[in-house]
């Protein structure tokens, strides 16, 4: 009798509930999962706990789910719009169930990078009036990369900022890049993002200099009669007769503490040395150039096998072409996997 009479009341309480209104609850955990790992990059300018920074404060707000569906889908100001495939109807949800289970903040936290002294007008537009420097870092690094892969045009820039959520797999597969599950940055709008702004942001990574997209990755450690193996892949991600060439290049390899060079292959070795930008000691190749599409492969065999605290990795340096101003770009060689089978 009571299970019916409660049904009873749900019933009536669906018909007075407007429509739409019966959508989606929220799962609080999945949300902080989905606004904490590396699909999405929300954070970035709403703060790593929702606090706000660049963007406004999400924490403890108590938006509504249409609220926050229509602020994500179809932004009131610079905010990039963000499409289902990068943000679902469900993930909303969460992420709205995550906010309510926490309390507001006292004041938003600082922004992610703020704005250098004497900065040129392109770096503080991509900064502190759209936020594209908040995800791209102050000198737009994998933005100058990928350019120099293709030897973009303004044209080009325009479709991959406002049409970015349905060209950006394309441009993946053109530079035999392994796309992640979704894209991260949304669409922009060129009613708030105009075309001679975004030309400004351009200009400013075009003059900064394009970079050329070198990449090296390490397999996982094999073992051998006399140590244990490490296998590198260095690769030029640019398209052929477009991408930008790296000259004089060098590949530095962390050695772990402890552990000694039994062996290496590939031409170029110039033996070990210690590193002042890695704080340990590097096994070093010098190579002349890596044009678009040219991949080498170099091996190095160590006395004992790296740990989960300091397995192999290292960083690829060039001297050409150079960055205008800032920090000089080089490629990071991300540590090896511990074993094969995480590969
Ligand atoms: C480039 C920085 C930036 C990124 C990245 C960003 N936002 Fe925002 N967000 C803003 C700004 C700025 C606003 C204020 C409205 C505007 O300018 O569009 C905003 C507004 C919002 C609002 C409305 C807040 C309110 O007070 O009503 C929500 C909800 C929101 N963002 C969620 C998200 C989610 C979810 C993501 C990731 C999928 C995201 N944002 C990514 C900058 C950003
Ligand atoms: C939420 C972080 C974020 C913001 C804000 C952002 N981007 Fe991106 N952008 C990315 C990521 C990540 C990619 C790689 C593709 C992806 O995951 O969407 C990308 C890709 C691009 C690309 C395609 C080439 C490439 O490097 O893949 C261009 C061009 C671009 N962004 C320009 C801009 C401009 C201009 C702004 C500001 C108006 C901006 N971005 C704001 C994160 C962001």
Request: proline fraction near 7%.
């Amino acid at each position: 009798m009571y299970t019916l009479l409660a049904s009873l009341f749900a019933f009536v309480l669906v018909l007075l509930l407007p429509a739409g209104a019966a959508a989606q609850t929220g799962n609080a955990p999945a949300g902080k999962a989905l606004w904490e790992s590396p699909a999405t990059m929300c954070r970035n300018c709403h703060g790593t706990s929702g606090e706000g920074g660049f963007g406004p404060d999400l924490a403890g707000r108590h938006l509504t789910v249409a609220q926050f569906r229509r602020a994500v889908r179809q932004p009131w100001g610079i905010m990039p719009a963000f499409v289902e495939s990068q943000v679902s109807e469900q993930e909303i949800a969460n992420l709205v169930a995550y906010f309510d289970s926490l309390p507001p903040g006292a004041q938003p936290g600082p922004w992610r990078f703020t704005v250098p002294d004497g900065a040129p007008r392109g770096q503080q537009l991509a900064l502190a009036a759209y936020g594209c420097a908040q995800c791209h870092g102050p000198t737009l690094d994998i933005l100058r990369q990928n350019m120099g892969a293709v030897a973009a045009d303004f044209e080009w820039v325009k479709r991959m900022v406002y049409d970015h959520t349905r060209l950006i797999a394309a441009h993946w597969k053109t530079v035999g890049e392994e796309p992640p599950a979704r894209a991260r940055m949304g669409n922009y709008a060129p009613s708030r993002l105009p075309e001679s702004v975004l030309q400004d942001i351009w200009m400013f990574a075009r003059d900064l200099g394009y970079r050329p997209f070198i990449a090296g990755r390490l397999g996982a450690g094999v073992t051998g009669t006399n140590g244990v193996t490490y296998t590198l892949t260095i690769e030029n991600h640019g398209l052929p007769n477009r991408g930008l060439t790296a000259e004089e290049l060098t590949i530095n390899l962390v050695v772990p503490a402890g552990a000694s060079v039994v062996g290496t292959t590939g031409s170029g070795y110039q033996g070990v040395r210690a590193d002042a930008g890695l704080k340990a000691n590097v096994a070093v190749w010098q190579v002349a150039k890596m044009a678009p599409k040219e991949e080498q492969t170099y091996s190095i065999t160590l006395s004992r096998a790296g740990t989960a605290a300091d397995n192999v990795r290292g960083v690829i340096r060039w001297t050409k072409p150079a960055v205008k101003t800032g920090p000089v770009d080089e490629a990071v060689i991300a540590p090896a996997p511990l074993t094969s089978a995480t590969q």
